[in-house]
C-alpha cells in the first residue's frame, strides 16, 4: 500500500510541481509528451480543486490555450500550497481523448452529430410528448456534485419550473443523503456545524466510517498540525486512517449505531455529560436515558465484538476532552440506518455540549467538490435556502422572493434517486437527464440499473466525456465543459465558498452547463421569467444572493471578489455584518433552527444489516476508495500517472480466509453476490481486513463492485447500503 506522503513526494518529484515551488524537472511529460520548457505556462489562473470537497486552492498553469501544469495555491487556507496526487494531475483530465466535443443524436442505433440547436429542439419535442402522455413526472433529471453552484441553482429553477417535473435528484444521494436527513432531524436543518479549524483545536478526534488518509488527503494533514489531540477510529478495516489512530475501535460491520449508545450510556452514567446545555437547548433526554438502558457495555461489545474496556476507553476518552470532534464520512451514511446514525453523532455531540464550540463539532466530510452548493441551491430533498417543501411559509416566500404563484412550487419533494431507478423500471418514468454522473459504474445492483436504463423512451446525458458506459446507450448526449472550462462557485465541507475559474475554452462546440440551461430554458419559453435578464453565472450568483438572505446558509455578503481576494468565505455571511476574521461555526448562540430552538436528540433502535452472511454467501463485502482514483474514473482512469498506481481493482482477503481457500498472493478469483459476479480481480491476501470480511475499491468499470451490491436504500434519506452485503469467493 502506497503511504499517501510517499505518494505525494513522487508525484510530486515526476510534475515538478506541488508545494508552491515554481520549478520543473527536466525530462517529458509523462502524459503529453511535452518538453520540460513546455510546462512552463505563459499565465496561472486560481481556481479550486474539482474532485473532492476538501477544497484545495490550485493554480492551474495555461501555456498556447492548453492546461499544461498546476501547483497547490501557497496562500490558500485549506491547503497552504499541498495537493493530493489527484489535484496534482488536475490538468490532465481538460484535454483527454475522449472528451464530448459535440452534441450527438442516436439515430438508426448510431451516434451522429447534429448542432446544438437540433440537440435541444429534440430533447424538448422528446421530454414533452412523453409528459402530454404520462404526465409531468414521466420525465425525471439526475444531476452531479460536480456543477457549480450557479449551475444548480439555475437547474433546479428550470427542472421543476420549467420542465415542470418534481422528480429531479443527484447523485449526491449516494454520499451524503443520510448526513443532510440527519442535520435536518437534530438540528432543524442542513448545514455542518463545525469547520477544519477544529481539527486542529480539538483534543479528542474521533473519525467515524471516514478514512480520510484516502479519501480527504488534505484534510488529514489539518489533523497532523494538531500535537494535542487524541484521535479514536472507529472502522472495521484497518485503513490507512486506522493505522495512524491513537485508539482504535476495530467494530463489526454497520454496529457504529450501537457503540454511538454504548458511549453515551458510559458518559451519561460517569456524569461526563453538559446537564445545562441539554436542559437548555434540547429536548428529549429522559426518553434517551431509558433508551440507553438497552445498550449497556456489556451488551454493545457483544454486538460490536469490542472489548467493553475499550468501550469504556473511547466514551471517556471522548467525555474527558475539553472540546470532542466527531468527523464521518460514507461508512456512515451508506447504510440503511445512515440516518439513525447521523442521529447518534449529533446526539453524542449535543449530551456533551460540543456543538458551537472551537474544536467541538459532529462534523459530515462531504464527497463531492460542490455537493455542498447543491444541498444550499437545489430543489431536490429541500427547496432553495434549505427552505421546506412542506412548510408553506418557506414556499411562500421563496415564490414572492422570484415573483411566481406559491402554488406553483411543489407541497413535497419529488422522487429520490433511487426511487426515479425504481419508477423507471416500472415504466412510470419514461424519460431520464442525466448531468454528470455516471450510474452504471456508481449505482448499487448494476444489473437492475442496466435494466431500468434499457426501459426508458429517451435518454439524454449530459456529460465532459462521450466515453461513460450511459453516454453509450443514450439518445442524445450534450457536450459540456468541466473543471478549468468555466466559472461560478463551490462550496467545501465546512461552507466555505470559494471562487472557480475558466483558464481554457471548452473542446469543440462543449459549453458550460449553465450555458445549456439558459438555452434550453429558451427553448422551453420559460427563460424570461425564470432567468430574467440572465447571461453569465455572476446573475444567478446575485439572485442566489438575495434567495439566501436571512437563511442558515445566507450567502448576502458575498461577493465573487472578496471570496477570491480571501481564497474563500464560510458562510453564513449576511449583508453588511462585519466579518470575523477566524473560522465560523453554526450554532455558537445555542439557538437551532427549530420551532422551540431546541435540538432534538433521537433514539432509534439499532438493527443488524439487512444481508448479513450465510453459507451460500459467507463473506461481509465492504467498498469503498482509494487515494489514485476519483469514483468511477471518468477523468482519473485516463491519466497514466494515476492509473499506473492503482491499475485495478483488488479483492483484500484475510489470510485466515485465504489459507481455507487455498488462495495465494495475487491469484485472481470471481467473487458473486446475489447479484451479479465479478469474474475475475486479483486478491490482497492482508490482515487489514478481518477474518470472514472482504473489500473492493469501487471505482473500476470493468470490476465493479456495484455488480455484487445492493440495492436497498435508508428509508429516510433513501441513501445506498453500499457498505456491507453477503458475497462469496471462488479461487
Ligand atoms: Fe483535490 Fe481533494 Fe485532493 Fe484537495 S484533497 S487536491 S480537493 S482531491
Redesign the pocket.
Known amino acids: 500500500m502506497t503511504k499517501p506522503s510517499a505518494l505525494l513526494k513522487t508525484l510530486q518529484g515526476i510534475l515538478g510541481c506541488g508545494t508552491g515551488a515554481e520549478k520543473y524537472r527536466l525530462g517529458s511529460d509523462p502524459q503529453f509528451g511535452l518538453m520540460a520548457a513546455e510546462k512552463i505556462p505563459d499565465r496561472w489562473v486560481s481556481t ?9 486552492g ?1 493554480k492551474l498553469g495555461v501555456r498556447d490555450g492548453k492546461a499544461v501544469s498546476v501547483r ?1 495555491d501557497p496562500d490558500h487556507p ?2 497552504r500550497g ?7 494531475t ?1 490538468h490532465y483530465a481538460i484535454h483527454a481523448p475522449d472528451r464530448a466535443r459535440y452534441p450527438l443524436l442516436r439515430r438508426e442505433n448510431k451516434l451522429t452529430r447534429v448542432n446544438w440547436d437540433r440537440a435541444l429542439s429534440v430533447m424538448v419535442e422528446r421530454f414533452r410528448k412523453i409528459q402530454k402522455e404520462h404526465g409531468p413526472g414521466a420525465v425525471a433529471v439526475v444531476s452531479t456534485g460536480q456543477l457549480v453552484t450557479e449551475e444548480f441553482y439555475a437547474l433546479g429553477k428550470l427542472a421543476q419550473l420549467g420542465l415542470g417535473t418534481p422528480n429531479y435528484d443527484g447523485n449526491t444521494t449516494l454520499c451524503m443523503a443520510s448526513a443532510v436527513a440527519g442535520y435536518k432531524r437534530s438540528f432543524g436543518s442542513d448545514g455542518p456545524p463545525g469547520c477544519y479549524a477544529d481539527l486542529e483545536e480539538s483534543d479528542c478526534i474521533f473519525l467515524i466510517g471516514a478514512n480520510i488518509a484516502d479519501n ?4 488529514y494533514t489539518h489533523l497532523e498540525r494538531n500535537p494535542h489531540k487524541t484521535v479514536l477510529v472507529a472502522d472495521p478495516r484497518i485503513s490507512k486512517t486506522a493505522m495512524k489512530a491513537g485508539l482504535y475501535l476495530p467494530l463489526k460491520p454497520r454496529t457504529d449505531l450501537p457503540l454511538l449508545y454504548g458511549m453515551m450510556k458510559v458518559l451519561i452514567d460517569e456524569n461526563l455529560i453538559d446537564a445545562e446545555f441539554i436542559a437548555e437547548h434540547t429536548t428529549g433526554f429522559e426518553a434517551l436515558r431509558t433508551f440507553l438502558a438497552d445498550y449497556t457495555p456489556a451488551k454493545v461489545a457483544a454486538i460490536t465484538g469490542l472489548r467493553e474496556a475499550l468501550i469504556y476507553q473511547a466514551a471517556l476518552t471522548y467525555g474527558r476532552a475539553r472540546a470532542a470532534f466527531t468527523g464521518w464520512s460514507m461508512g456512515v451514511n451508506q447504510s440503511t440506518q445512515g440516518t439513525a446514525t447521523v442521529n447518534a453523532i449529533n446526539t453524542l455531540a449535543l449530551i456533551t455540549g460540543n456543538v458551537g464550540i472551537e474544536g467541538g463539532a459532529p462534523f459530515s466530510i462531504t464527497g463531492q ?1 460542490n455537493a455542498m452548493g447543491s444541498r444550499e441551491t437545489s430543489f431536490t430533498s429541500s427547496l432553495p435556502g434549505y427552505r421546506e417543501f412542506d412548510n408553506p411559509a418557506d414556499r411562500k416566500e421563496l415564490a414572492a422572493l422570484w415573483g411566481i404563484d406559491a402554488a406553483r412550487l411543489p407541497k413535497q419533494r419529488g422522487r429520490a434517486y433511487p426511487d426515479i431507478i425504481n419508477d423507471i423500471v416500472l415504466e412510470r418514468i419514461r424519460g431520464l437527464w442525466i448531468i454528470g454522473t455516471n450510474p452504471m459504474v456508481s449505482f448499487p445492483n448494476q444489473e437492475f440499473i442496466d435494466d431500468a436504463l434499457g426501459r426508458l423512451d429517451f435518454l439524454v446525458v449530459q456529460d465532459g466525456y462521450h466515453s461513460t458506459p450511459a453516454g453509450a446507450r443514450c439518445d442524445l448526449l450534450l457536450p459540456a465543459a468541466i473543471w478549468g472550462e468555466k466559472e461560478g462557485t463551490y462550496t ?1 465541507s465546512e461552507r466555505r465558498v470559494s471562487k472557480v475559474n475558466p483558464a481554457v475554452a471548452p473542446p469543440g462546440e462543449a459549453k458550460p452547463d449553465f450555458d445549456i440551461f439558459l438555452e434550453l430554458a429558451r427553448k422551453l419559453g420559460c427563460d424570461r421569467e425564470l432567468f430574467p435578464g440572465w447571461e453569465s453565472p455572476r446573475h444567478a450568483f446575485d439572485e442566489w444572493k438575495r434567495v439566501s438572505r436571512d437563511r442558515l446558509c445566507d450567502y448576502s455578503g458575498l461577493d465573487y471578489e472578496s471570496i477570491e481576494r480571501r481564497g474563500g468565505i464560510q458562510w453564513p455571511c449576511p449583508d453588511g455584518e462585519r466579518r470575523p476574521s477566524g473560522p465560523v461555526r453554526l450554532y455558537e448562540n445555542k439557538r437551532f433552527p427549530t420551532a422551540d430552538g431546541k435540538a432534538r436528540l433521537w433514539c432509534v433502535p439499532w438493527e443488524p444489516f439487512p444481508e448479513s452472511g450465510n453459507r451460500q454467501f459467507p463473506f461481509v463485502l465492504n467498498t469503498g476508495r482509494t487515494v489514485e482514483h ?1 469514483h468511477t474514473r471518468t477523468k482519473t482512469g485516463g491519466i497514466p500517472l494515476l492509473n499506473n498506481l492503482a491499475p485495478e481493482a483488488w479483492l483484500e482477503l484475510n489470510p485466515q480466509d485465504a489459507g481455507k481457500l487455498k488462495i495465494k498472493q495475487n491469484q485472481y478469483v470471481s467473487v458473486v453476490s446475489q447479484r451479479g459476479r465479478i469474474e475475475r480481480i486479483r486478491v490482497r491476501v492482508t490482515s487489514i481486513v478481518r477474518p470472514g470480511e472482504v473489500f473492493i475499491p469501487f471505482h473500476y468499470a470493468e470490476t465493479s463492485a456495484n455488480q455484487l451490491t445492493f440495492n436497498i436504500f435508508d428509508p429516510i434519506s433513501r441513501q445506498p447500503n453500499y457498505k456491507q452485503c453477503a458475497v462469496m469467493v471462488e479461487a
Open positions: 479550486i480543486c474539482g474532485y473532492c470537497s476538501v477544497g484545495c490550485i497547490g485549506v491547503n499541498m495537493l493530493c496526487p489527484k489535484g496534482l488536475a480527504h488527503p488534505i484534510l467538490c467545501n476519483w
